[in-house]
Nanobody, 121 residues
Framework: QVQLVESGGGLVQAGGSLRLSCAASGRTFSGYAMGWFRQAPGKEREVVAVIDWSGITTYYADSVKGRFTISRDNAKNMVYLQMNSLKPEDTAVYYC??????????????WGQGTLVTVSS
């Protein structure tokens, strides 16, 4: 089981950028698809972006496509989410997790603390 720690969140004005990082400890996630999720206040957690084990195939929610980029460095057990052109609607706590597959994006590990992204108008 992989322990996941998210970082990089903060307060940013609309149009700004942030780069989120997900660090793993314990069992490596190098061989598994990974995803970034977010949960806005009063809303359910949703998938933001996913990346396959090799880092070649990605998927993005329509709401972030063209603005966010997911990437990974398997040698470092790290997953990243580059967030550009941020909008107030992006305000949420962001989480990373292993996912079952690119088609089945259910999280497989316990949730970490997440990192809070707040985008002001």
């Amino acid at each position: 089981q992989v322990q996941l720690v998210e970082s990089g969140g903060g307060l940013v004005q609309a149009g700004g950028s942030l780069r989120l990082s997900c660090a793993a400890s314990g069992r490596t996630f190098s061989g598994y698809a990974m995803g970034w999720f977010r949960q806005a206040p009063g809303k359910e957690r949703e998938v933001v972006a996913v990346i396959d084990w090799s880092g070649i195939t990605t998927y993005y929610a329509d709401s972030v496509k063209g603005r966010f980029t997911i990437s990974r460095d398997n040698a470092k057990n790290m997953v990243y989410l580059q967030m550009n052109s941020l909008k107030p609607e992006d305000t949420a706590v962001y989480y990373c997790n292993r996912i079952a597959s690119m088609s089945n994006r259910n999280a497989l590990n316990p949730w970490g603390q997440g990192t809070l992204v707040t985008v002001s108008s």
